[in-house]
């Protein structure tokens, strides 16, 4: 099996590293992953003028998955919108259609008290924020600022779903959630916008064919206040683009660390795209302090989705769950009485446990 590896910028390639080096041990199972990498954003501006290059692209396209680090930097706040790093992003998710952004929020029983909210409220807590990425105001036309009749410029843009776009997210949330809690959750403002009415309508439409998993709607102000009463109630929260940006923000604040968070985006055909949610943290980058876990959790994210291999990455999260047990702790972990390590220490220790 074949993954491309997009390190990007900032911590980017220090935490891919650590991934690579998990995947790379699971080969003794008989497991062969033959890993080839690429530049992307910043780096692929850098090397070739673009933040992604043609060939990284075919790379990809001859891939049977993508994992990604970050991008993103100082460096390249001034370029024009189309170099900016995170075109390359952005171009990537378009082009192979990557609809479905599956956002978990686990809960270590380790790190339960490294959330800013109470222990009993977030202890136990997994839940899985499925968000559409390709639609929604994020992409809908027109846009843009204009000057109006009376001589005043506005700027506007335009919330837009189309029924099949709707249909395919629903039916991956009902799909999800059978395999969990069987518990979905759409999240909408229905009683204030069209587009999310019309939302609500067709997941309850598509609800028809999963009623075996029970399905609840929640205006977007309500769920972002219930996030942090009691998220413990929600299994899987179904959303549009810009909602589920928000919330799943919020959401991985409830787990303590952004540092501990994998993310997996997906077409119809299982292809995708593996990153931890955090950005290229430039403030720490080359200092060797960065947590890899999110970007080791998005590999196994990525075994499960793309590669089939549900005990692989069982084997590479529970190795992860066993290093924090042991006490090994990243600085944005940190804790009195546990051991602060950097980047490829936390490597070594996942090894070690794998
Ligand atoms: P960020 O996520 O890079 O950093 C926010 C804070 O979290 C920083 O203090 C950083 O040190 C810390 N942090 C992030 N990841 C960490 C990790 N693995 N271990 C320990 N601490 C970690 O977000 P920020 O600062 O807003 O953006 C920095 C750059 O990253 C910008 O250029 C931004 O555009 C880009 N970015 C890229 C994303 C991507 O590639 N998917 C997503 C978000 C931001
Ligand atoms: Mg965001």
Redesign the pocket.
């Known amino acids: 099996m074949k993954i491309a590896v997009l390190p ?1 910028d ?2 980017g390639p220090e ?1 891919t590293e650590q991934a690579m080096r998990v995947l790379t041990a699971l080969a003794g199972d008989g497991l062969s992953v033959e890993m080839e990498t690429a530049p992307v954003g910043g780096a692929g501006y850098d090397s070739a003028g673009d933040p992604l290059p043609e060939a990284t692209l075919r790379l990809c396209e001859q891939a049977d998955g993508i994992l990604f680090g ?4 100082p460096k390249y706040d001034t370029l024009p919108r189309a170099k900016r790093p ?1 075109q390359g ?1 952005l171009r990537l998710r378009k082009h192979f259609d990557l609809f479905a952004n599956l956002r978990p929020a686990i809960v270590y029983p380790e790190l339960a008290h490294a959330s800013t909210l109470k222990d009993e409220v977030v202890a136990g807590l997994d839940l899985l924020i499925l968000r559409e990425l390709t639609g929604d105001i994020y992409f809908g036309q027109p846009r843009g600022v204009r000057t109006n009749e009376n001589g005043e410029r506005e700027g506007f843009d335009t919330m837009r779903y189309t029924e099949g776009e709707i249909r395919r997210i629903a039916r991956l949330a009902f799909e999800t959630a059978r395999k969990r809690q069987r518990r979905v959750c759409s999240v909408d403002k229905a009683n204030v916008l069209e587009t999310t009415q019309f939302w609500r309508d067709v997941v309850t439409d598509a609800h028809q064919e999963f009623r075996d998993v029970e399905l609840t709607h929640m205006y977007v102000d309500n769920a972002a206040m219930q996030l942090v009463r009691n998220p413990k109630q929600f299994d899987v929260i179904v959303t549009g683009n810009m909602f589920g940006d928000i919330l799943s923000d919020e959401a991985s604040m409830l787990t303590g660390s ?2 501990m968070l994998p993310s997996a985006s997906l077409n119809a055909r299982n292809f995708g795209m593996y ?2 949610i ?7 980058a080359g200092k060797d302090v ?2 890899p876990l ?1 970007t080791i959790l998005s590999a196994a994210m990525l075994l499960r989705h793309s590669l089939g291999q549900e005990a692989a990455a069982q084997r590479v999260e529970g190795a992860v769950r066993k290093v924090l047990a042991q006490g090994f702790r ?1 600085a ?1 972990i940190a804790e009195p009485g546990k051991r602060t390590v950097g980047t490829r220490e936390m490597g070594d220790a996942v090894l070690a446990a794998l």
């Open positions: 990007g900032g911590i935490i970050a991008v993103g930097g995170e992003l952004i540092g990153e931890p955090h950005g290229s943290a430039p403030d720490i960065a947590n999110a990243t944005d």
